[in-house]
C-alpha cells in the first residue's frame, strides 16, 4: 500500500509559478511510475504529467507543455510538478498518482494509488 500526500497549491496571480510535491509513505516510489493529474469543477479529471520510475522519460500534456514539468527524486520518495506562468485555467485540484510497474499512463484507470489533492487557484 502506498500512501501518497500532495502540497504545495495556493493563490495565485496569472504568471506566477508554484511546485506542488507529492510525497509517498509506505512503500518506496521508486517501484511506481507517477502521475499529475487535475480536476476543475464540473469537469472530468484529466492527465497533467507523467514520468516513469526513474525519471528518465516524461510527458506533458499539451495543454502545459512548456510550462510545467514533472521530475522526481526517488531517494527523498517525492515527486514534483513545477508550473510556471500560471493561467485561470490551472484552476483545479491537482493529484499525484502511482502507478505499479514502470511505464506511465495519462490515463486515469491506469493509476492504483491517489493522493487527497492539493488546490491550485490562478486569478486574472
Known amino acids: 500500500q502506498v500512501q501518497l500526500v500532495e502540497s504545495g497549491g495556493g493563490l495565485v496571480q496569472a504568471g506566477d509559478s508554484l511546485r506542488l510535491s507529492c510525497t509517498a509513505s509506505g512503500r518506496t516510489l521508486s517501484n511506481y511510475a507517477m502521475g499529475w493529474f487535475r480536476q476543475a469543477p464540473g469537469k472530468e479529471r484529466e492527465f497533467v504529467a507523467a514520468i516513469v520510475w526513474s525519471g528518465s522519460k516524461t510527458a506533458h500534456a499539451d495543454s502545459v507543455k512548456g510550462r510545467f514539468t514533472v521530475s522526481r527524486d526517488n531517494a527523498k520518495n517525492t515527486v514534483y510538478l513545477q508550473m510556471n506562468n500560471l493561467k485561470p485555467e490551472d484552476t483545479a485540484v491537482y493529484y499525484c498518482?502511482?502507478?505499479?510497474?514502470?511505464?506511465?499512463?495519462?490515463?486515469?484507470?491506469?493509476?492504483?494509488?491517489w493522493g487527497q489533492g492539493t488546490q491550485v487557484t490562478v486569478s486574472s
Open positions: 498518482a502511482a502507478r505499479t510497474g514502470r511505464g506511465y499512463s495519462s490515463v486515469v484507470n491506469a493509476y492504483d494509488y
